[in-house]
């Protein structure tokens, strides 16, 4: 068992080999100089309808106003493309995650600021998302009861859910794990989007800033 | 059989359902607009010692140079993670180059250029990369003769495969197979990197350039 949160939390080694580094990158120092902002993981976790979506798409459009690198994974981009061959069997969901958490890692690594919006209720596939970007992963807890998520139930999957038509539904028929050391909550039960949006902006804005001192050697 | 380069070619269908959007993104045009070109694949493809990853990073660091949004997607960073779970089998390296071209098709919506490092020697396999990213793949052979990568052989790989000890060695117990209709072809056997950089950077300043009308509604 993982604790949460732990940095040990370890990727398996690859089965792979013959992996040859070949010559330097560029730095995430000098990316983060000639974009003006650091890189990044802003792994949004909650249940359905606490406002996930809806926060990442609104942040990404507020952070690209603002001339950030900023780019959105969730459930319409990934389902349909790199993870078309995972269902929602207990497995898959797990790999769904762990393959998000791997290409959120790639992009922060590029520069931009990654915002994920996926349940991912799991502590375990969570902590394994913030290895996958040590030092780059900011949790997110996008937190609102269960009753105001199955109140606001915008797809009616809580109905579906409860009438036994989804199964392992999280908060339903499945756990969700709150985060126990988030880096930011956001509660979104008694707050508009605008503010909530708000408060994630200026998470960004603190947290991303680039280190302006002068670029190291990539 | 797909032919090669059609952009017929199919992903299959996701496996999981309840997939809404939720609302608008930013627009492919609004990020050019913002970052001063537009986003895309350089997809190279060639036999192992034809230069590809060489290429790769010093196009890399290049475009930054000119303050392009790009990123290496090679097998240093993506053997180890993301597809750390995957050997080198067929099927393995089938699903290596498929979750390779959906990345890179993220990468591209994002407003990168992505620029990918793969053998990726079979043609059907390219063809589902370029499927993914849908007018903005631009297939790159990175051209020279067996005889010029296998004296090259920078890793020995070669030696090793006419040993024997490397099984299904693209070239030598493997087949290679050629693009057809690329969108370029960079001949590596007797031109410098130098040079062979240079034609890339033209072919991305001219074919990566951002479209100068109003950005349109997201």
């Known amino acids: 068992m993982k604790d949460d949160n732990s940095p040990a939390a370890k990727r398996p080694a690859p089965k792979s080999e013959n992996l040859y580094s070949v010559q330097s990158r560029i730095g995430r120092q000098a990316r983060a100089v000639q974009n003006g902002h650091a890189g990044g993981v802003l792994w949004l976790t909650g249940l359905s309808a606490s406002g996930k979506s809806t926060l990442a798409l609104a942040l990404e459009q507020r952070l690209?106003?603002?001339?950030?690198?900023?780019?959105?994974?969730?459930?319409?981009?990934?389902r349909q493309g790199l993870n078309s061959d995972l269902g929602f069997a207990p497995q898959d969901r797990n790999e769904n995650i762990r393959r998000v958490g791997e290409v959120a890692a790639l992009f922060a690594d590029s520069g931009s600021i990654v915002i994920t919006a996926f349940i991912s209720p799991y502590r375990a596939d969570r902590d394994l998302a913030r290895a996958a970007a040590p030092g780059l992963f900011h949790e997110v807890h996008v937190d609102a009861s269960l009753a105001a998520c199955e109140e606001r139930d915008p797809k009616g999957l809580y109905s579906r859910a409860r009438r036994g038509e989804i199964p392992e539904f999280t908060g339903i028929s499945a756990?969700?794990?709150?985060?126990?050391?988030?880096?930011?909550?956001?509660?979104?039960?008694?707050?508009?989007?605008?503010?909530?949006?708000?408060?994630?902006?200026?998470?960004?804005?603190?947290?991303?800033?680039?280190?302006?001192?002068?670029?190291?050697?990539?």
Chains 1, 2 share one sequence.
């Open 64 to 78: 690209f106003e603002r001339g950030y690198q900023t780019y959105v994974l969730d459930g319409d981009n990934v």
């Open 175 to 218: 756990p969700y794990e709150e985060p126990t050391a988030p880096e930011l909550v956001v509660k979104t039960e008694n707050a508009s989007v605008a503010d909530s949006v708000e408060q994630l902006v200026e998470y960004v804005v603190e947290r991303f800033a680039a280190d302006t001192r002068e670029p190291q050697a990539a």
